[in-house]
Antibody, heavy 113, light 107 residues
């Protein structure tokens, strides 16, 4: 069974950084592109970016490219999202996904003082 | 960026009815479109991929079609469990972009 479990969310002050993790299991992690999607409260889905199998190609939505960094550790079957300079507009549920078929349950990030 | 214009934003329908949700792509996406269903408090679930291919385990009352850059999701014989928000997403080009969503309410 494919499982994607996000962690690392919580309350963070504006301007600070936060790193999310996504633990993958039930499939050969290093064979697949992986990605992140977020959803602000009561809003639609926003695609953040995707990383290929060996991390040689990473695509971001342009507006987040300078703030967010996606990485992966194939030995640990883990996907990461490093977020910096966080603002209130980054308050959202962050989903890890194996595009397009599998999604994690999401982790909440709240940016507030 | 490819814009995905989804309509309607919301709709209300009765059990047993048929509804159609549409997404208009700002350019040709060559059938690289997915449809998702999201229920409150849950992550999105893939319904349709490549515009018209039904994901394993999804009821056959869901179907996808296309006409040019217009993509449609049809739900036949509405069931109570179909009350949800539906999103389209193009996966032809980066950045991948989503439609704004359609909230389906059952009367």
């Amino acid at each position: 069974e494919v499982k994607l479990v996000e962690s690392g969310g919580g309350l963070v002050q504006p301007g600070r950084s936060l790193k999310l993790s996504c633990a993958a299991s039930g499939f050969s992690f290093n064979d697949y592109w992986m990605g992140w999607v977020r959803q602000a409260p009561g809003k639609g889905l926003e695609w953040i970016g995707e990383i290929n199998q060996d991390s040689s190609t990473i695509n971001y939505t342009p507006s987040l490219k300078d703030k967010f960094t996606i990485s992966r550790d194939n030995a640990q079957n883990t996907l990461y999202l490093q977020m910096s300079k966080l603002g209130s507009e980054d308050t959202a549920i962050y989903y890890c996904a194996r595009p397009r078929q599998y999604w994690g349950q999401g982790v909440m990030v709240t940016v507030s003082s | 960026d490819i814009q995905m214009t989804q309509s309607p934003a919301s709709l209300s329908a009765s059990l047993g009815e048929t509804v159609t949700i549409e997404c208009l792509a700002s350019e040709d996406i060559y059938s690289n479109l997915a449809w998702y269903q999201q229920k409150p408090g849950k992550s999105p679930q893939l319904l349709i991929y490549d515009a018209s291919s039904l994901q394993d385990g999804v009821p056959s009352r869901f179907s996808g079609s296309e006409s040019g850059t217009q993509y449609s999701l049809e739900i036949n014989s509405l069931q109570s469990e179909d009350a949800a928000t539906y999103f389209c997403q193009q996966h032809h080009d980066y950045p991948r972009t989503f439609g704004g969503g359609t909230k389906l309410e059952l009367k």
